[in-house]
């Protein structure tokens, strides 16, 4: 039997799969899941055009998105700005009423 390791990114095809992705890590609010699937998207769009994008290199990419990494808020929100997304607040149902 051969075993064959699984690379998310090379299944990450569509806006939609990538929008699929994301909101699924969202949902889980946990920040070391949610830095892997904005790391697999990244390497599923191509790191070197991304860090060149964020003006970074490549190697300090990878390190800054790894489970090691500590990337800032401006990082995020500015890989999630060249992959084509922003931010969106939603407030949740069942906190509705405390406001």
């Known amino acids: 039997m051969k075993i064959t390791k699984w690379d998310m990114a090379e299944h990450i095809e569509t806006k939609e799969d990538v929008i699929a992705y994301l909101e699924a890590a969202l949902e889980e609010n946990n920040t070391e899941l949610l830095l892997s699937v904005i790391s697999d998207i990244a390497r599923s769009k191509g790191m070197t055009h991304i860090a060149r994008d964020l003006g970074v290199t490549r190697e300090g990419l990878y390190k800054s998105l790894s489970p090691a990494g500590n990337p800032s808020f401006e990082t995020i929100m500015k890989l999630l700005n060249i ?5 969106k607040l939603e407030q949740k149902l069942h906190m509705a009423s405390s406001i």
């Open 83 to 87: 992959l084509g997304f922003r931010l």
